[in-house]
């Protein structure tokens, strides 16, 4: 094969990946357990390089990579789930997205129902992947109004960390704006952090409300609203999966917050 024919070729987990049938890691899954096609037969070689002359199917289903990875922006609304299908008929998060693509969309990471805020979704699952796992050190940033008092001992504690049930809770940074609202960084995205957290403390959570995700801000996105980001803003977001993402352990900011 000469050098133009090879590099137009691509791995076979990468392809399916840009087929948006997952993470690299689940696609290697797909292709061991004997689920991917090359042009009628059953490849099961991770090594496998694909052309573009070939057809590749997944089950039986011809798929096409897209070789773009496009990310989007959305103001998720309270009462509305991240997932993509939900038995009892509420709102979904994707359908705000439909009308901007109508291919397939992971989201990066979730709010729960009850959560509003900055929701990030992405044609490539390998990407979404990445910018989700614990060790990316990727901020979340969060707006929360709470019922009671929050005691300033309670904050310190979650910078330090706190096992409840068992988990781990940690906060990176708050910023406090009054008794009852502060926001606060994570960088672990656990199911429910927030709301475990305090809970822990027998403290009622009000609101959530995403504010940063990484590198991007919600900005000036109103409730329901939709932004493709620029591709400058997904090269900042890829690129801050390669730093940690600020400061010493054990400090927090009393300055006033702009996109916290």
């Known amino acids: 094969m000469d050098n133009s024919k090879e590099d137009a070729t691509v791995r ?3 392809y399916l990946a840009q087929a948006n049938m997952g993470s690299r890691r689940s696609c290697e899954e797909l292709v ?18 694909i052309s573009p002359d ?3 199917r ?9 070789r773009h990875s496009v990310v989007f922006a959305l103001n998720k609304p309270v009462r509305v789930l991240t997932s993509e299908k939900d038995p009892e008929g509420r709102p979904l998060a ?3 997205l439909r009308p901007h693509h109508s291919g397939h969309l992971f989201s990066i990471g979730r709010l729960d ?3 509003s805020g900055l929701l990030l979704f992405t044609n490539d699952g390998d990407l979404a992947q990445k910018l989700m796992r614990p060790d990316s050190r990727i901020d979340r940033v ?3 109004e709470t019922n009671d008092q929050i005691p300033e001992d309670v904050l310190q504690a979650g910078l330090k960390g706190i096992t409840s049930e068992g988990v781990r809770y940690r906060i990176s940074h708050y910023h406090r704006h009054s008794a009852r609202r502060v926001t606060i960084t994570l960088q672990e995205g656990k199911n429910r952090e927030i709301r475990r957290f305090f809970a822990h403390f027998r403290i009622k959570v009000h609101r959530i409300h995403r504010v940063r995700y990484g590198t991007v801000a919600i900005g000036n ?3 329901g609203q939709v932004r493709k980001l620029t591709a400058q803003e997904v090269r900042r977001l890829l690129s801050s999966l390669q730093k940690s993402s600020g400061g010493a352990d054990g400090r927090h900011d009393r300055r006033s917050s702009r996109n916290r």
């Open 221 to 223: 996105l109103t409730e």
């Open 113 to 115: 129902f009850l959560s």
């Open 12 to 14: 076979i987990n990468r």
């Open 142 to 144: 969060y707006t929360v």
């Open 32 to 49: 061991r357990q004997g689920r991917v096609q090359v042009d009628g037969e059953t490849v099961q070689d991770l090594s496998r390089r």
């Open 94 to 96: 994707i359908t705000f």
């Open 58 to 66: 997944v089950d039986g289903k011809v798929i096409h990579r897209d």
């Open 54 to 56: 070939e057809t590749v």
